[in-house]
């Protein structure tokens, strides 16, 4: 068992307890929301890039900060919808049902999220490295991928992976960018005499 395996464990461990205490409704409601809210997002930040433009200076960046933004906003409302369903259930007295089918989507969650972990690796580091090969959970979190992965075009896959390149070296950047002004600012300043 290495890092990786522990981290899918405790992910999925995460998400079962939180099932639990959560419930089925407003698991659902987060689960929907981070689709729907990646849909949302991917589909519409160009719009909402345009309608904050002239509020937020940063145009680099304008494209990921409008995914942002909306991801969240769908997010939001998604989780307030399950909220108000969880209360629903809990006032008809039937809040151990919804508990019990809670833990289950939250395992499915587990999973998911155990499944983008390695995606995201495998996009910054190669399969065969140390930590992804020895891992006996990523074994199987893969194979299940590839599985998965039949249903996803590969040119859906290379689109997605030069994305979120393009979008990380730009976010790089940016923070190079911040700590060579702030190295610069001494420069600017002037000499203060007390």
Not at 23 to 41: C, M
Not at 118 to 134: G, R
């Amino acid at each position: 068992m290495n890092i990786l395996d522990l981290i899918i464990v405790g992910v999925i461990a995460f998400f079962v307890i939180r099932g639990i205490f959560r419930g089925f409704f407003r698991e659902i409601s987060s689960l929907a929301g981070i689709i729907f809210g990646f849909l949302i997002g991917n589909h519409y930040h160009p719009q909402m890039a345009t309608l904050i433009k002239p509020y937020i200076p940063l145009e680099k960046s304008l494209s990921l900060i409008s995914f942002i933004i909306l991801f969240f906003l769908v997010f939001f409302f998604f989780s307030l919808l399950g909220i108000l369903f969880h209360h629903l259930f809990k006032r008809l007295f039937i809040g151990w049902f919804d508990r019990s089918l809670g833990i289950g989507l939250a395992l499915v969650k587990g999973i998911i999220v155990s499944y983008l972990l390695i995606v995201l690796l495998t996009f910054f580091m190669p399969s065969k490295s140390p930590l992804i090969a020895h891992s006996r959970a990523a074994r199987l979190v893969i194979v299940s991928y590839q599985s998965m992965s039949r249903l996803i075009s590969p040119d859906l896959y290379q689109t997605w992976k030069k994305k979120i390149s393009k979008e990380s070296k730009k976010v790089g950047k940016a923070i190079s960018e911040s700590k060579e002004a702030v190295k610069n600012l001494p420069e600017i300043l002037p000499d203060r005499k007390e």
